[in-house]
């Protein structure tokens, strides 16, 4: 029963996580073969979505997964550190209680209102928010307690348990106890409540607070500071950021790259790379990048790429000779090709965030793709002539044959995905079914290393995986209420604009902002972080919004490979068996390219939307 209990969220979550996945197959199957759409299929595949994502960041909790930035944080004392993470406890403790507190708000608010084509009532979609937010606190409990057991915190596990058993008593004998946790009602900080809130925020991130927990509670202060109310009106977007069918296709797109790795689809892929460039100069560094663009356009992540693809490219590297900085660095630039050729999470993130054609950003991101490719090859031949490598044996035409009818069937799935996109034959969530269905296809029936058990697995890890991305939704919509109401991107622009007198000097400071925040932030922390107030400034000043995403979502993909917080050096370290500084060392010269492309598409933006308006229209 322990067992059982303690994998719950995993049982129930991949069960549902499987339910959505049959839903929107069958959604895919009854329009484009049967042209009988089933008018209910979306929206419960959305209230399903919400309590996955809800068990998702459980997970996250239970196994303390969620992002955080570390590079101050490493480098205090070891006594500092356990009064930071006992701090960042306490806010992690607050936010959940709050959590459970909205959510049980929301269900009273919502039971009117109805899920029209379920004929049931809205309440339960914020139903997640409420139950689920008990299970994170037993997980917080389980996590706290191996912390306290390993002495990395200073406050027994205890103190917290007779803490919430306090709250829930308080609000059962007093329901308005919640409305003591207003400062406003003690002290007139209103006026200052923004700057107080982002400054708190700004702080306790970067001494290491998790950043989806630091937004929360900065932003929970800032309503404590002005008007309680809004803070329980305001946290509808909790749940209501999830309640998004574009964003469903991003666990699906993560379960499509962990079957190709785990179905050993990658390596036939490989070895077709291999086949057709080994014999060049620089050859198997030049597999690497042809790998990275053909697995891209399947996982459309970078860290699924460098996790994937990478340690076979870097086995095959330094079996034909090829020096370890080189093959680090090379195999952690081209995993930067995921996020700009279609399809691509960090492009649907965008779309979400900005109120963008995600149809859009997949084909804007596919030229700068292709050149951010050839730009890498051209300097792993100078590198590789340079260094005088030796050139691998010839593949036959023979071989090359071979190599490509075992890898057949999985080169067709960028195909199905993007072609299925710009024909209009399904949206990009279904798209992301679609390649996730014919994974299973192959996995199970053409190389048949896909069995059910191997499946649920798969889908457990990827609704672990979407939990990170999902706190960081939640928490940033949660966030982004108080940047609208403090007219924070108003403010921001008025600045750039005081100093920047057109379009393309807006540009550049935007580009050299998110190029220092990138050497400390985490992509999909900057992404989430950055973005909302970004947008409407680029909007103001007429800069096109297909080409900002692109830019922008470049710019961040530079960040993953600089130090101190590139987490591909990290990932590409890890899988190589290798130092960071080895891989550091490698990457440097292959920022020249990534960055040239930059600043290449920068001045001239046609490049990246000339395809999207030429295909889909403006």
Same mark, same amino acid.
């Given at each position: 029963?322990?067992?059982?209990?303690?994998?719950?969220?995993?049982?129930?979550?991949?069960?549902?996580?499987?339910?959505?996945?049959?839903?929107?197959?069958?959604?895919?199957?009854?329009?484009?073969?049967?042209?009988?759409?089933?008018?209910?299929?979306?929206?419960? *595949?959305?209230?399903?979505?919400?309590?996955?994502?809800?068990?998702?960041?459980?997970?996250?909790?239970?196994?303390?997964?969620?992002?955080?930035?570390?590079?101050?944080?490493?480098?205090?004392?070891?006594?500092?550190?356990?009064?930071?993470?006992?701090?960042?406890?306490?806010?992690?403790?607050? *936010?959940?209680?709050?959590?459970?507190?909205?959510?049980?708000?929301?269900?009273?608010?919502?039971?009117?209102?109805?899920?029209?084509?379920?004929?049931?009532?809205? *309440?339960?979609?914020?139903?997640?928010?409420?139950?689920?937010?008990?299970?994170?606190?037993?997980?917080?409990?389980?996590?706290?307690?191996?912390?306290?057991?390993?002495?990395?915190?200073?406050?027994?596990? !205890?103190?917290?348990?007779?803490?919430?058993?306090?709250?829930?008593?308080?609000?059962?004998?007093?329901?308005?106890?919640?409305?003591?946790?207003?400062?406003?009602?003690?002290?007139?900080?209103?006026?200052?409540?923004?700057?107080?809130?982002?400054?708190?925020?700004?702080?306790?991130?970067?001494?290491?607070?998790?950043?989806?927990?630091?937004?929360?509670?900065?932003?929970?202060?800032?309503?404590?500071?002005?008007?309680? !109310?809004?803070?329980?009106?305001?946290?509808?977007?909790?749940?209501?950021?999830?309640?998004?069918? *574009?964003?469903?296709?991003?666990?699906?797109?993560?379960?499509?790259?962990?079957?190709?790795?785990?179905?050993?689809?990658?390596? !036939?892929?490989?070895?077709?790379?291999?086949?057709?460039?080994?014999?060049?100069?620089?050859?198997?560094?030049?597999?690497?990048?042809?790998?990275?663009?053909?697995?891209?356009?399947?996982?459309?992540?970078?860290?699924?790429?460098?996790?994937?693809?990478?340690?076979?490219?870097?086995?095959?590297?330094?079996?034909?000779?090829?020096?370890?900085?080189?093959?680090?660095?090379?195999?952690?630039?081209?995993?930067?090709?995921?996020?700009?050729?279609?399809?691509?999470?960090?492009?649907?993130?965008?779309?979400?965030?900005?109120?963008?054609?995600?149809?859009?950003?997949?084909?804007?991101?596919?030229?700068?793709?292709?050149?951010?490719?050839?730009?890498?090859?051209?300097?792993?031949?100078?590198?590789?002539?340079?260094?005088?490598?030796?050139?691998?044996?010839?593949?036959?035409?023979?071989?090359?044959?071979?190599?490509?009818?075992?890898?057949?069937?999985?080169?067709?799935?960028?195909?199905?995905?993007?072609?299925?996109?710009?024909?209009?034959?399904?949206?990009?969530?279904?798209?992301?079914?679609?390649?996730?269905?014919?994974?299973?296809?192959?996995?199970?029936?053409?190389?048949?290393?896909?069995?059910?058990?191997?499946?649920?697995?798969?889908?457990?890890?990827?609704?672990?995986?979407?939990?990170?991305?999902?706190?960081?939704?939640?928490?940033?919509?949660?966030?982004?209420?108080?940047?609208?109401?403090?007219?924070?991107?108003?403010?921001?622009?008025?600045?750039?604009?005081?100093?920047?007198?057109?379009?393309?000097?807006?540009?550049?400071?935007?580009?050299?902002?998110?190029?220092?925040?990138?050497?400390?932030?985490?992509?999909?922390?900057?992404?989430?972080?950055?973005?909302?107030?970004?947008?409407?400034?680029?909007?103001?000043?007429?800069?096109?919004?297909?080409?900002?995403?692109?830019?922008?979502?470049?710019?961040?993909?530079?960040?993953?490979?600089?130090?101190?917080?590139?987490?591909?050096?990290?990932?590409?370290?890890?899988?190589?068996?290798?130092?960071?500084?080895?891989?550091?060392?490698?990457?440097?010269?292959?920022?020249?390219?990534?960055?040239?492309?930059?600043?290449?598409?920068?001045?001239?933006?046609?490049?990246?939307?000339?395809?999207?308006?030429?295909?889909?229209? !403006?």
């Amino acid at each position: 029963m322990k067992k059982i209990f303690d994998k719950l969220e995993e049982y129930i979550g991949g069960a549902l996580f499987m339910g959505v996945f049959i839903i929107l197959v069958l959604q895919v199957l009854f329009r484009q073969v049967f042209r009988s759409p089933l008018v209910w299929s979306e929206e419960l *595949s959305r209230l399903i979505f919400v309590w996955v994502a809800m068990l998702g960041i459980s997970i996250g909790i239970r196994k303390q997964s969620h992002i955080f930035i570390d590079f101050l944080y490493n480098r205090f004392s070891p006594i500092v550190q356990k009064i930071i993470l006992t701090f960042s406890q306490i806010l992690i403790f607050i *936010s959940i209680v709050c959590m459970g507190w909205f959510g049980k708000t929301l269900v009273a608010k919502k039971a009117m209102s109805k899920i029209i084509t379920l004929g049931i009532s809205a *309440s339960w979609l914020y139903l997640a928010l409420y139950v689920i937010s008990f299970l994170m606190m037993i997980r917080f409990f389980q996590a706290y307690e191996d912390n306290y057991k390993e002495k990395k915190v200073l406050i027994p596990t !205890k103190a917290f348990i007779v803490a919430f058993v306090l709250i829930l008593a308080g609000l059962i004998i007093k329901p308005e106890m919640y409305k003591a946790l207003s400062l406003a009602n003690y002290y007139n900080l209103s006026e200052n409540a923004g700057l107080i809130a982002i400054i708190a925020w700004i702080v306790i991130m970067v001494i290491g607070i998790p950043v989806g927990w630091s937004l929360m509670i900065s932003t929970i202060l800032f309503f404590s500071m002005t008007n309680w !109310k809004v803070a329980l009106f305001a946290s509808a977007k909790l749940v209501d950021s999830l309640n998004s069918f *574009s964003l469903i296709s991003v666990p699906f797109f993560i379960l499509t790259g962990i079957l190709m790795n785990g179905g050993g689809i990658t390596e !036939k892929i490989f070895n077709f790379a291999k086949a057709l460039l080994g014999h060049y100069t620089g050859g198997m560094a030049h597999v690497n990048v042809a790998a990275s663009l053909i697995f891209s356009g399947m996982s459309g992540s970078a860290i699924a790429d460098a996790g994937g693809l990478g340690q076979l490219e870097i086995k095959a590297m330094r079996d034909e000779g090829y020096d370890d900085d080189l093959c680090g660095g090379i195999t952690a630039a081209s995993c930067i090709i995921g996020p700009l050729v279609p399809p691509s999470i960090s492009m649907i993130i965008y779309g979400v965030i900005a109120n963008q054609s995600i149809a859009k950003l997949f084909l804007a991101g596919f030229m700068p793709g292709v050149l951010t490719t050839i730009a890498l090859m051209i300097m792993c031949y100078i590198i590789c002539k340079k260094r005088g490598y030796k050139k691998a044996k010839k593949a036959t035409f023979k071989e090359q044959v071979r190599c490509f009818k075992d890898s057949f069937w999985a080169l067709l799935t960028p195909v199905i995905i993007i072609g299925g996109i710009f024909t209009g034959k399904f949206t990009p969530t279904e798209a992301a079914i679609v390649a996730a269905a014919y994974s299973v296809f192959l996995g199970a029936f053409i190389y048949k290393e896909l069995t059910i058990k191997s499946f649920f697995n798969h889908c457990i890890e990827a609704m672990a995986v979407s939990g990170v991305t999902c706190l960081m939704i939640i928490a940033v919509t949660y966030f982004g209420d108080m940047i609208a109401r403090e007219q924070v991107a108003m403010k921001i622009a008025a600045v750039f604009l005081k100093y920047a007198h057109s379009p393309f000097t807006v540009l550049i400071l935007i580009n050299a902002l998110l190029f220092f925040l990138g050497m400390f932030i985490d992509a999909l922390a900057l992404q989430f972080l950055v973005l909302p107030m970004l947008v409407p400034v680029a909007s103001q000043v007429g800069i096109d919004l297909i080409f900002f995403g692109v830019m922008t979502t470049l710019n961040m993909m530079i960040g993953i490979l600089t130090p101190p917080m590139g987490m591909a050096l990290f990932v590409v370290a890890q899988v190589g068996k290798m130092s960071v500084t080895t891989v550091t060392k490698g990457v440097l010269p292959f920022l020249i390219p990534i960055f040239l492309t930059l600043v290449l598409i920068t001045v001239f933006p046609q490049i990246v939307t000339f395809l999207p308006y030429l295909i889909l229209g !403006k």
